[in-house]
């Protein structure tokens, strides 16, 4: 247990839809990230928050958003929901916001599955 | 940039050894190797910086290779636990950018 929970578990929607993901990060952990991991991409990189701020941006689509709340959890936001946003939508959290010399702790995931 | 894994594959007898490499078409700042266990998430295994520097577990061994642009993760000794996909992420700047992943590879462990 990485002391990264997220929340739902699975998540079944139409397309069309807006869906929230959310996420806490481990006690004292000032960083969280979003991942998006399908079967032929492996890890893409979605967007980091470090102490409510946007820290670094990825490969994130204008449909999808994010924010990080002064108790430090964060949500991420998916609308007009497509096919191919089916996916597992990992969370990860670390102490500080130097991603290039700090490691990661990861949530279970929330696997999204869009008809 | 998306960092690339080779082999993509690879199955191997308990007690074999296996080296996965992680290579970046610009120059790395650091990179870092994570295993993923089917249906579960990824778990850190060892960070490696520009310089020389680590930190991880001690029981996993990895290299550094600045002027190829590279990084490979030595599994020596295999168990049935190494199963999984191994990942390995980069960062091309000290400035803090988020790290890029590669698309793993797959290690299976037979008995």
Redesign the interface.
Known sequence: D?GVTQTPKHLITATGQRVTLRCSPRSGDLSV?W?QQSL??????LI?YYNGEE??K?NILERFSAQQFPDLHSELNLSSLELGDSALY?C?SSPE?????N???????TRLTVL | Q?PVQSPQAVILREGEDAVINCSSSKAL??V?W?RQKHG?????LM?L?KGGEQ??HEKISASFNEKKQQSSLYLTASQLSYSGTY?C?I?N????????????TSLLVTP
């Open positions: 990485s990230y991942y032929d991409q492996g890890l893409q990189f980091q820290r670094a990825g990992f990860a916001g130097d991603s290039s010399y490691e990661q702790f990861f949530g279970p995931g | 998306q700042y650091s870092h994570y579960e998430a990824p778990v850190f960070i910086l930190k991880g990942f992420g960062s700047s000290n400035s803090g950018y988020a790290l890029n992943f590669g698309k793993g």
